[in-house]
């Protein structure tokens, strides 16, 4: 299930890039992750940087976004 956020902002990163800074659903940037195990190992994602303390589900695949899905 997709989520989406509330806002979103852009920033560079040591690239030069710019980098979008998206809120989860609880108010809070999200951080960068990659995932660990399964099908998906090593692919990289956004999420709420508290998930295991809070209800909040924000996911969001970080090359979803590189593809210009809107944020």
């Known amino acids: 299930m997709r989520q ?5 902002s852009s ?3 040591s690239r ?4 979008p ?4 659903n ?7 992750r990659t995932v660990k195990k399964g099908v998906n190992v ?7 940087p508290f998930w295991l303390d809070t209800q909040c589900a924000m996911f969001r695949w970080i ?3 590189n593809d210009g899905e809107d944020v």
């Open 16 to 19: 030069g890039v710019a980098d």
């Open 26 to 32: 609880c108010g809070r940037n999200v951080v960068p």
């Open 21 to 24: 800074v998206i809120k989860c």
């Open 4 to 8: 989406h956020s509330s806002g979103s």
């Open 63 to 65: 090359s979803d976004i």
């Open 42 to 48: 090593g692919r990289k994602f956004y999420g709420c």
């Open 11 to 13: 920033s560079s990163n």
